[in-house]
Structures are given as C-alpha cells and as structure tokens.
RNA sequence: GCGGGCGUGGUGGAAUUGGUAGACACGUCAGAUUUAGGUUCUGAUGCCGCAAGGCGUGGGGGUUCAAGUCCCUCCGCCCGCACCA
C-alpha cells in the first residue's frame, strides 16, 4: 500500500473540478440560495496560513452546505484600495496599482493549489473601476437622497509634509516621517449621515440573532445611546454675543455638587477667548498638538486652564462656578462643554484635586456620612442612594430615578431640555489621498458643489502620479482636477479627495450578486441571493465595518439597488480567532530585536538557535502572524512538503474556530499522520458495493453501525454550530473505531464499508481532494463535490443504556447503566441499591436524592 | 482611559450550557514490528500518595444537593477606540 500523495492527487482533483466548472454558480429560483462569504482581504503582499484558516472555514461551510442540497454562492475579490500601496509608492517608488495588482495576482496564486470552492468568475477588486465608478453611481444616489453631508472636521496634520496623517502614521504624537509634533487642523470633509440612522441601527442590532453576543453588545455600546438633559449655565458677565454656556449631562442629579464648568478648546467660548489673551491661545495651541485619536485623547494628562469667566448655577444662582478649558473635553460629543461634578466622576475628582477646586457630595450611600475622599462616589445606576438637601426634594431613591426627576423638574422650569443622544458620529469619508475612489462632485465658481453626471462615470484616477509623502496627490496633479462644471459648462475643478476605504467593503458583498452590472447591482440577482447567509471574519471588524455595511444596506434600499429585505445584509456572523506562532528574534547592538522567520531558526525542546551561526535566540510569546515580525508560515511550503489538505485539517482541528490557534509543526505532522492512516484503511475496505443492510447483525458490527450514524449526526450538528474542532474529535473517534472492528463476516464487512463511506463524506468539506480520491478508489464514478450529504437514522444514532454517574453528597462514588428512558423513581430505586452507596448510607435514610434523568443521580446525606 | 473578550493537565483543547472535569489530538513513557533511524501497531499518562484516599479548571470569597460554568473581587493576556485594513 503506498502512501498517499497529495502532491499529484490535488491538483488533479482541482483540474476536474474547474473542467466541471463545479463552483460556478448561477441564480436557480428552484433551488434554495446559500451565500456564504469570508471578509475579503487586503492585497498587502503573499497570504500567510493566518489567512487560510479564514478561507478553509468558509470553504468548509460552501462544501458542507453543497451537500446539504443548496445552491452555493461562494465568492472572493480583493480591498484593493489603501495606505499601504501608496507607502510602497513612498518608500518603494511603485505605482500603487501596479504593487497592488501584483499581489493580488501572487495571492490568488497562492490561494489556489488551497482547492476552494470559489467561484472565481464573479472575483473583483475595489480598485476596478468597474467596481468603484458604479460606487460613485451609489454616492450620488446617495447625495440625492440626503444621506451625505459637507462639513468642517478634525485631521491629524503634519506641519511639515503639509499631509493629513491616518491615526497609524502617528506615532507617539509625531508624524511617521517627518517627527514633527501633529497638530489638530479643520477641514471641510464629506460625511455619510449614518448618526441619523443611531435608532434604527440600534434596535435593529435585537433581531441579529445569529451575530455573536459580543460583537452585538459592542455594536450597542459604540452608538452609545444614552438619556440626559442640556443645561444652560448662564455667564456672569456675557463675553460678545455669548451669554450662556450649554453643557450637556447624563447625571443631572449630581447637579447640587457641580463646581467648576470645563469646555473644549475648541469651544467657540474658548476661541473667542483665545483672540483676546496669548495665554489661553498657548493653552489651545498646546491642546490642540494631541493626536486625534479618542484613545489618545484619553490617555493625555488631563489638562485645565482657568479662563476667569464664571457662570451662574441654575438652580442656585447665588453660587458661581469657575469655566475651566479642559482637554478632555471633545467638541465632537455633545455640547463640547461639561458641568463638572468631583464627588460622583472619579475623571472631575482628579481635576478638581490637581486644580483646588471644590468637592461637595450630591449624595451619600443610604445610612453613611462619609464625604468623598480620594475616590468619586459612582454606584450603580440601579442602587439607592441618598440625595443630600435635593432641589427637587429627591430623598433616598436609586440614582436612575434622581436622573428622571431631576431631568422632569428642570424641564418644567426651563432650566433644561431632556435629549437622547447618541455617541455614534457621522461617517468622515473624505481622505486626501490618491489611491481611493474619487469623490464624484465637481467645484464650480458659478454653481457651487455640483454632482458629476452619471454618464461621466467613472471619475477615473489618473495613472501619473508622483506620490511623495507630502501634500495631497490629487490636488497636485498638474490638469486632473481640471474640468467643466456639469450644469453650467464654465471651468471648474473636481474634488481631489478620494473615499475612505470602509466605503469600498461596506456593499462588495451586494456587488458579488452581480459583479459586471452596469448598475451598482441587478434587482433580480440582488433579490436572489442577498442576504449573506454566513459572513465569516475577524473580531476585529466587529465595530466599523459592520456598522457602515449595515448603514449602506439601508441607505442602498432607500435608493432602490437593494430589497427591503436586505437592511441586515449579514443574517449570520461567525468571527474567527487569529492563526499565530510564536517569535524569534535575536538582539541588534543597540537592543532592539532583529526577528528571525521559522524556516531561520533551529528549534529544540528548551531553546531555539539561528539554523547558521548557532546563535541562541529568543523565543517570544505566540502572537498573530505579521510580515513585521517575521512569525510567518508559508501556505506553499505546507502544501509542498504536505498537501493542502493536511494544512486545511490541521487549521480546523484542535482550537475552536472562533479561538486563536497556534500554529505548530507538531500539530501538522499529526493531521498528516491521520490522512495516511485513512489513506490505509481504505486498501483495508471491502470493495463490494453496498446494498440494503443485512436483516440480522452481529454485536460487533451492530455496534459500528451506531457509531458511524451516531457520528454522521453528531459531525452535522458540530459543522451547523461551528464546532469544527469537535466535528473533527469525533472523526477521529469514528476512525479509532473502525479501526479496531477488524473481524470477519459478512455483516462486519458491510457496516465497516457503510462506515467508510461515510468517513470519506464527513471529511469532505474540511479535505476535499483526498475525500474524492477515497470516493473513487469505494469505486464510485461521479465526484464527492456532487454528492449529497450522508443521512442517518435516529434510531440507530440513539443510545438505549445509558451510563448514570452516582453522587454521594456531590462527589461522584458510583455509576449505574439504565435504559435510556428509565423513569425517575426507577433510578431511584436503583441508585439506592448500589453498593457503594448503600456503604455510605451506613443504614440511614437519605436526606434527599436528587435524580435528573438522562443526567445524574446525587444522594445527599 | 473607555468598550469587548479570554484564562482548564507538559501542550492545543473537550465538558450535552448548573449535572461524571480532562473527550480527541500533540507530547512523553513502556512494549511489539524494523538491520538501524523513521514509519506503523498496542498500552499507560492531571497532581500528591505504596495504598486507602486526598487535591485539582488564573488567585481569593460567595450562591447551590451540585460550580470550569452563576455572583462579587483581584491578577494576567488579547482585540477595538472612528484616517490601518
């Protein structure tokens, strides 16, 4: 018996397959869809296995529901446009398409010999513009239908490349290549309006029940709904035409404790003020120096300035309070000013306590009279506290409710109004970058902001370019921009700003219905095959994309290029945990590590040393595979040395997919080991073809034929939970046992064929090629990617005695074999007859026996 | 800083969702096959203990007949934070 050989098994396989076009798919109104698609990945250079774990799942998922009788759509395409290819033009000196295209050719390449089930005829790549002219056609459906906005925002600004950073080219507050501290500028920029659909992408987050809980509850808390009330505070004494401060609040009950007031640098306050005094122009001017990343505003030493001015306290307004300027403050949320309150906000304590400012309880914890210390007195919403000496004559009562009376009470008086607002913000679209796809609008000095025509799409990004790191590409170009006005004819210039990439990922997937349509998307297709029955992608995803994707689903029916049906365009989210291996690096001269791939490294059991010098190296912690570090595994040297159907076992056996896994040599060499051993058992296999199953079967045969139907039901019911590494436990189970039912016999030859058949079927979706050839070699003609399913019967997948564990005092003492579905006071009976607990009864009887069928029996003395 | 998650033998993990902790695999050990190495096959393998038995799911506390699972608290690691994709 010779030993398998992936090397020329796979790619025949692949070839029959592809002359089949087996996974070429087309709308089938007879036939029940399945879309099943994995987030498409960024063309950064070659696919490490990391990325295959993603794409095996999803292909796992295509075969498995062929099987099952559906009409497959399984596509792939490339996010072509971004950063990184403009970097690789900076640094490199390419033209971003060209390095962007060769990686994907490389990728798909790569991809390939990995035998998935793609339809590879409906592939795209966002920098087509085939795919971005029709996302103009979008954006100004869009625009039309008012979901898009112009207005002045915050970029991170390099003084000295005069280049707006993204928040990775910021590095410890200074630009990634100049070094020059990033200030804040405003920019007038494009939105989508995606914080007025906060409610409806909200609730509908409930009826995502097929969306992991995490991922919904992080959904929720990034738009951030929340009640509370804007005050105004008025001034003393009016600064111009500013005789009011307006702070919003979602703890007006901590009102009676406010004792300072604190804005943002840029409120109009603060910019009023900053014309008048240098000192409080530094202030802002050093405020404004800080990323504008939320995390690194957060991170930043909380920072004040007194400006002098005071305001009056609305409901005692005797007492005046101090208006601070606080970095903490952003102008995005709210009102850009906050009344702050030290004795229930830990963030105004510590303010408060560095600037000397007053703290004074609103309440205490029912029955104590200790004032607020070192830490801010913050219970729950829910629990009671003590309101001391209320306004609203609030006394003990839970916070929520102080909340509600006070917001009612200052209404009534005109001290405030109660909103409901949302922490979600509009959608920045705007980039000033060149790969991207251009904004379709035109800039006419007669006629304003004026929408390209559709019949002028797509606006085409211009091949010469020279990408330098500084200023805007676009802007520079010497005739680009220059064009006519489409209303009014006269000279006029086009935007130069491209769209953030999110808008790219946020409808490929409608786009897959449909690739070459001369409209965003085809009604017919589009009503076919949407929604995505099973999206699959990192957790990392599990907030901005999501969200835009959901957004764009509604705003694409809103304009007609979707069904009313697809609003939730991804009915089930299945987020994956990353691939990674650990890392090695030795030390350069000055400390800093110098990373070393695998393939460089010797490894042993207590250390690991560079393969050439012998140098010992250090072995880091296993974490996601990056190019940066080196850590990566190669798909193609996997495939070469194993077979592509090795490394698709090893990345869906052991961790669960929605778990990390650790990428090991060990681990590899195992799942090559079972293929050969399956490989084996098939020569083993009796050749006749299987007809009915013998009316009467030895024990030892009857008992393979509940364990092969046992395991077909158990494998379907892990494949349909996503237990892929449980499915595979049992495989292995499954082998183990017809492995060792070796007898001989008639009616043993036929449940070990019936189990091998239906092993090969059950390994189909995770190893296809080696599944085909063991469906070839059980002599059957037609391929395993046109077989259906296997079936089992219930009846012999049940188990008729089943093992009870018996506890004494909840410690496990004995177990009891009953049937099935013996009743309560049966086991009862039985349990209080056994031996060992008849020992422990010493003659007394029970306190209590708690028996729960099917499950366990505990004796508690 | 804020939001979310994770933590179980030497290792990856399983545990029917409150009901036998450690399935399955890797590794290790022993035996068989082999000229040898590798392969393959068989068996053992949580820890302590000769045993009876005891201990055991990051640490501490709690609820329960019963806790890896629920609650409180502490520790460690990972992901996201709106211009990376």
Redesign the pocket.
């Known amino acids: 018996m010779s030993r398998y050989a992936a090397r020329e098994v796979e790619p025949k396989w692949q070839a029959r397959w592809a002359d089949a076009r087996a996974f070429e798919v087309s709308r089938d109104p007879d036939r029940p869809k399945y879309y099943v698609l994995e987030m498409f ?2 063309p950064s250079g070659r696919i490490h296995v990391g990325h295959t774990r993603n794409y095996v799942m999803g292909d796992l998922v295509a075969r498995y529901k062929r099987a099952r009788g559906f009409n497959v759509l399984h596509p792939m395409g490339f ?1 072509a ?4 290819a403009e970097n690789a033009a900076i640094e490199r000196g390419r033209h971003p398409e060209e390095w962007t295209r060769e990686n994907m050719a490389v990728m798909r390449e790569q991809m390939e010999p990995l035998g998935l089930s793609i339809d590879w005829t409906r592939e795209l790549a966002t920098c087509d513009p085939e795919y971005y002219g029709q996302q103009q056609a979008l954006f100004l459906d869009m625009l039309e239908a008012g979901f898009v906005a112009r207005r002045a925002s915050v ?2 600004w390099d003084p000295i490349d005069q280049t ?6 910021v590095i410890d507050g200074k630009g990634w290549r100049t070094g020059a501290p990033v200030e804040r500028r405003e ?1 007038t ?1 494009w939105f989508f309006r995606i914080s007025d659909m906060a409610e409806e992408l909200l609730s509908a987050i409930d009826g995502l029940d097929q969306w992991p ?2 991922v919904r ?2 959904q929720q ?2 738009i ?1 709904k929340s009640r509370g009330i804007e005050i105004g505070f008025p001034l003393t004494e009016p600064l111009g035409a500013i005789d009011t401060v307006l702070c919003y609040s979602t703890r007006p009950d901590t009102l009676r404790g406010a004792s300072f007031l604190a804005i943002s640098p840029d409120h109009p306050l603060a910019k009023a003020l900053e014309t008048e005094q240098p000192e409080i122009a530094a202030f802002n001017a050093e405020c404004r120096k800080t990323a ?4 690194a505003l ?2 930043a030493e909380k920072k004040g300035l007194d400006t002098g001015l005071a305001v009056r306290h609305p409901v005692y307004p005797d007492q005046t309070m101090p208006v601070w300027i606080g970095n903490f403050v952003l102008m995005d949320y709210g009102t850009g000013a906050v009344f702050g309150c030290p004795a229930h906000d ?2 105004d304590l510590d303010f408060a306590r560095k600037y000397g400012l007053v703290v004074e309880n609103a309440f205490r914890m029912p029955g104590s009279d200790a004032d607020v210390d070192a830490e801010a007195l913050v219970p729950p919403k829910t629990e009671t506290v003590a309101y001391i000496d209320h306004f609203a004559g609030i006394g003990e009562t839970t916070s929520q409710r102080g909340i509600d009376t006070t917001i009612d009470w200052m209404e009534a008086r005109s001290l405030g109004n109660g909103v409901t607002r949302y ?3 509009d ?7 060149y790969w991207g796809c251009p904004i379709p609008v035109v800039h006419c000095p007669n006629c304003g902001v004026v929408p390209e025509k559709k019949e002028n799409l797509p606006v085409a990004l211009p091949k010469d370019v020279e990408l330098t790191g500084s200023g805007n590409p676009l802007a520079r170009h010497p005739t680009w921009a220059i064009t006519t006005c489409p209303k009014c004819g006269s000279e006029a210039r086009r935007e130069t700003d491209t769209m ?3 808008v790219d ?1 946020s409808w490929y997937f409608a786009r897959f219905t449909a690739p070459r349509a001369k409209t965003p998307t085809e009604p017919a297709e589009a009503a076919y095959w949407m929604n995505v029955d099973q999206y699959i992608g990192g ?7 999501l969200l835009y994707s959901r957004f764009f689903a509604r705003a694409m029916i809103a304009t007609g290029h979707l069904p009313e049906t697809a609003a939730e365009p991804f009915s089930a989210l299945f987020t994956q945990g990353m691939l990674t291996h650990e890392t090695y690096a030795t030390r350069l001269a000055d400390g800093r590590p110098r990373w070393h791939a695998p393939e460089e490294v010797r490894r042993s059991e207590d250390g690991a040393t560079l393969v050439e010098t012998g140098e010992l190296v250090e072995i880091g ?1 296993p ?2 595979m990056s190019k940066s570090k080196k850590n990566v595994i190669a798909p193609e040297d996997i495939i070469a040395q194993f077979g592509a159907d090795t490394a698709r076992w090893f990345v869906m ?4 997919p929605e ?4 990428w ?1 040599a ?2 590899v ?2 799942a090559a ?2 293929l ?2 399956v490989w ?1 058992m098939a020569a083993e296999m009796p050749v006749a073809p299987m007809g009915t199953p013998l009316p009467a079967m030895e024990a030892d045969a009857e008992a393979l034929r509940k364990a092969t139907h046992k395991t077909v039901a158990g494998v379907t019911a892990d494949i349909e939970g996503f ?1 892929f ?2 499915a ?2 049992r495989i ?2 499954f082998a ?1 046992a017809i ?2 039912a070796s007898g001989a016999g008639a009616d043993l030859d036929w449940a070990r064929r019936e189990a091998f058949e239906a092993l090969a079927r059950l390994i189909n979706p995770m190893t296809p090629h080696i599944a085909e050839e063991l469906w070839a070699r059980l002599g059957y003609e037609t391929m395993l990617v046109d077989t259906p399913w296997p079936h089992w019967d219930e009846d012999l997948a049940r188990d008729d005695v089943i ?3 018996i ?1 004494v ?4 003492r004995a ?1 009891l074999s009953v049937a099935r579905d013996a009743a309560k006071d049966e086991i009862e009976r039985l349990a209080l007859d056994d031996p060992t607990v008849v020992r422990f009864l010493e003659g007394k009887p029970p306190k ?1 026996v ?1 028996v ?1 069928p099917g ?2 029996v ?1 004796v ?1 003395l």
């Open positions: 990945p960024y996010d446009f971004g950063l990184p970029v991170n707006v950073l993204a928040n990775e080219q920019l920029q809980d995490k509850l992080m808390n990034w951030g504008t990343s939320e995390e957060e991170k830990q963030r922490r979600l913000r959608w920045g679209i705007s980039r000033q970058r953030d990439t999110f990922s957790v990392e995803h599990a907030i901005l994309h912690q974490i996601k056996s052991d961790s669960p778990r990390d896994v650790e090991t060990a681990g060499e195992g080991r079972f050969q051993r084996r237990a590494n449980k595979i436990a292995y189970e183990n492995g060792k093992t009870l564990p506890q005092n909840g410690k496990k177990e209590k708690i729960v499950r366990i505990n508690v």
